[in-house]
């Protein structure tokens, strides 16, 4: 179960006028797993951080949006134990975890890069609904 994402840096750059077309290319990587303690209430409890970095870039170079952060998840100590083992020998972590983690992250970063691109005034990194003419 994932307890906390936060975040640990926040960059956003505008490196030129929007003029054109713009390829926005996001993406999320894992770069490290660790075993962690937590304290929930009294108790303490170990756990796992997923050290992630979220990046939205805009092409041609008009700017970039990067986040770096950790998300906590506290699962059983078995399944802790087989996602650092799996990290250490081969960086793979089990299919439903890493479904999950990445679909957190994606969701609190897009929400966020979508309201720290409009400061910057670059267009969302997401794509936002519509209304056509009927």
């Given amino acids: ?23 926005i ?5 894992i770069k490290d797993v660790e075993e962690s303690e937590f304290a929930l209430g009294k ?3 170990k756990g796992i951080t997923f050290l992630f970095e ?9 700017g970039e949006i990067l986040f770096t952060g950790e998300l906590l ?11 650092l083992k799996g990290w250490k020998k081969g960086k ?3 299919k ?7 679909n957190t992250i994606l969701t609190r970063c897009n929400i966020e890069a979508l309201l ?7 267009p969302p990194p997401v794509p936002l609904p519509k209304v056509k003419e009927a």
């Fill in 1 to 23: 179960m994932i307890i906390g994402l936060n975040f640990k840096k926040l960059h956003m750059e505008k490196k030129a006028a929007v003029d054109g077309k713009v390829d």
């Fill in 25 to 29: 290319n996001n993406n999320v990587s």
């Fill in 43 to 45: 108790e303490r409890q």
């Fill in 54 to 62: 979220f990046t939205s870039k805009y092409e041609p170079d008009i």
């Fill in 73 to 83: 998840y506290l699962g059983e100590p078995k399944t802790n134990e087989d996602i």
């Fill in 92 to 94: 793979n972590v089990p």
């Fill in 96 to 102: 439903e975890i890493m479904t999950e983690v990445v």
């Fill in 116 to 122: 720290l691109s409009r400061d910057v005034n670059l």
